[in-house]
């Protein structure tokens, strides 16, 4: 079958252009002008619309297998979609832990048979997460992992890490760290700070994050490997991964929509849903990982979506499980935060989006081009919108976002040709 997506504005890798998008085959067929006749083809307008590659997310939680009442590979995937992502990559922290290829397995063939976009599992570095025993990186890797990580909790022992480091270099494999000294954060509940001290909480030291970012760095800087530091929320962190990049260190990073637009404020009133890890910030640091963003030091967004069930989050602040569930308001957050006040085009926002973590991860799509995957997302730039919820189609719904008006969304997406979503249907 074919599909025509007219009149659209077209975000290809030489800038944004009016015209036309043949998909024919899961692949794009041909970029055409602007209202091109196709006979048998199915037309989808686009006008007054941006016609994206897909969106992709280098960090989320699906929580398959073991946490299903969390989210499942089939849920997690159609709020994906919604989001507009095209390609997903998952964290190892399930039950059992994906640290063998029977997992990584068993997770492709769940979202082959019940997932609407494409998974690409990320495996454990140490088995267990336990910071101890090496996986079998190798066994891993041909099994279908992307990269390694013990996200969720941080290599105490710097040995070790070391050791993952140099072991995964072997593989070409990235290794994601989860930058968090638990000896600094001491059970915090959020920013050390201002609103910590005015609400009465346990703070979390910025020191937690930076101390770990700056160990791994210099150690990746060591062995050679390449080092992709997960979820920097702090201006010292994106200072620490500047520094190592201009070193020449193989030196990536990601922030999360959240650490882009909400800050350690939003707290008072203790909504547990504000409570993530690391903790919001301040608006200093957010201020500075835009700039971050837009001098390169920071290569991409990811979600580092974290759904959780309501039992997990309806509990006194200190106690309630740390994440946001953030697939379905990722790209309405960035533009409200980045695009509307005018600190990055919705070319470059996109591209922090796509075609940059398809690049740090190897992965296919990231850009409309002759040949390619037909992955693609439809977004209206302009469209306001209310975050509600309750419509999430992840099991997860604890947001700090809703209620909030959001500007951009998505109207459309597709994976290899298939319609995924669609506004409305």
Known sequence: MKILIQN??????????????LIEGGKIAALLDSGSKVGDA????????????GLI?????????????????ATGTRAAAKGGFTSVCCMANTKPVNDNAAVTELIKLKAKREGV????PIGAATKGLKGEELTEMGELQESGVVAVSDDGRSIVDANRMRLVLTYAAHFNLPVVTHPEDLNLTNNGAMNEGYWSTVLGLSGITRAAEETIIARDCHLAALTGARLHVAHVSTAGGADIVRLYKAKGAKITAETTPHYLYATDDWVDGYDPSTRVNPPLRTKDDVTALIAALKDGTIDC???DHAPHHFDDKNLEYALASTGISGFE???????TALVAPGHMTGEQLLSKMTSAPAEL???PGGVIAEGGVADITIIDPSEEWVVDSSLFLSKGKNTPFNGKKLTGNVVRTFVGGE?????GV
């Open 419 to 423: 319609r995924v979503y669609e506004r």
């Open 117 to 120: 976009v494409r998974v690409y």
């Open 301 to 303: 967004i990811a979600t």
């Open 57 to 73: 997310d280098l960090h989320s939680h699906l929580r398959e297998p073991g946490f299903e009442y969390k989210e499942t590979i």
């Open 361 to 363: 991860f190897s992965l």
């Open 42 to 53: 199915e037309i989808v307008d686009a006008k007054g619309l941006l016609v994206s590659p």
């Open 329 to 335: 308001t990722a790209l309405g957050v960035c533009w």
């Open 8 to 21: 659209g504005s077209l975000v290809l890798p030489d800038g944004v252009k009016k015209g036309d998008v």
